[in-house]
């Protein structure tokens, strides 16, 4: 996958808001690598006012303990790049939100900061429905910083079209 241009995140987050808007429903976004890039790309849509709740923006794990309730032993058995510390985020923001569907977003954008185990580009984004399961997956964005979030933003907003 290539890093989607300004144009195609518009589109996604277009697509997404008449969905959500369709089915009456409310977003919010948990994001730690992206910064809060999804929940811009969501706001940047006339009218998102209707079906955006809120975004967390939570890269410390501080934050995602204290804005998300994502476990301290989580985070220090799985790391915060992972498949347990992304379903509490996405669970989490449920909970401390008026929102109904929810996206988390968690990775290593680079370019430090990989492992053998957790190289850069490694990313795991979660979708959940309130009331619902979580479905959480990981993904290996290659490129520069900035490609590895334009393709997290991406893959993120596809997911909940799936949702």
């Given at each position: 996958m290539s890093a989607p241009t300004d144009e195609e995140l518009r589109a996604l987050a277009h697509q997404v808001g008449e969905r959500l808007r369709q089915d009456r429903d409310h977003l919010v976004t948990a994001e730690s690598c992206t910064g809060g890039w999804i929940a811009k790309c969501v706001?940047?849509?006339?009218?998102?006012?209707?079906?955006?709740?809120?975004?967390?923006?939570?890269?410390?794990?501080?934050?995602k303990q204290a804005l998300l309730g994502v476990r301290p032993q989580t985070l220090e058995t799985h790391g915060a790049v992972s498949r347990e510390t992304?379903?509490?985020?996405?669970?989490?923001?449920?909970?401390?939100?008026?929102a109904s569907v929810a996206v988390a977003v968690t990775g290593i954008a680079?370019?430090?900061?990989?492992?053998?185990?957790?190289?850069?580009?490694?990313?795991?984004?979660g979708w959940k429905r309130r009331g619902g399961y979580a479905r959480a997956e990981v993904f290996q964005f290659a490129g520069d910083?900035?490609?590895?979030?334009?393709?997290?933003?991406?893959?993120?907003?596809?997911?909940?079209?799936?949702?």
């Open positions: 706001t940047d849509i006339a009218g998102s006012s209707d079906w955006f709740d809120c975004g967390l923006a939570a890269y410390s794990y501080e934050a992304v379903i509490e985020m996405v669970s989490g923001a449920l909970v401390n939100s008026g680079g370019p430090g900061g990989g492992s053998p185990d957790k190289p850069v580009g490694t990313v795991w984004i910083r900035e490609a590895v979030r334009r393709q997290t933003v991406a893959t993120a907003l596809a997911g909940l079209e799936r949702l």
